[in-house]
Nanobody, 114 residues
Framework: QVQLVESGGGLVQAGGSLRLSCAASRSISSINVMGWYRQAPGKQRVLVATITSGGSTNYADSVKDRFTISRDNAQNTVYLQMNSLKREDTAVYYC????????WGQGTQVTVSS
């Protein structure tokens, strides 16, 4: 089993930055894929970014060149650096880990004001 705890969400003005963290309850070095999804009010949960154990990354087109995903295996933590935030980035952000089955965190709210 893997427990995931997100942190770092909050309220930020458009154009600002936030860094989300996702702390895992076990070593993540053997977890093949970790990533972030987001869910805006009234919309489906969608992929934001993923990172493999080998460091390969994948981003949604809407966040490319603005968001950066990274992982620190020594800290068992995955990060999402979000720059140049837009109002449309407002959502609950969920961390996930693919480790035989998918595990999800409880989510952290990101609100971008104009």
């Amino acid at each position: 089993q893997v427990q995931l705890v997100e942190s770092g969400g909050g309220l930020v003005q458009a154009g600002g930055s936030l860094r989300l963290s996702c702390a895992a309850s076990r070593s993540i070095s053997s977890i093949n894929v970790m990533g972030w999804y987001r869910q805006a009010p009234g919309k489906q949960r969608v992929l934001v970014a993923t990172i493999t154990s080998g460091g390969s990354t994948n981003y949604a087109d809407s966040v490319k060149d603005r968001f950066t995903i990274s992982r620190d295996n020594a800290q068992n933590t995955v990060y999402l650096q979000m720059n140049s935030l837009k109002r449309e980035d407002t959502a609950v952000y969920y961390c996930y880990a693919s480790f035989f089955v998918n595990y999800w965190g409880q989510g952290t709210q990101v609100t971008v004001s104009s």
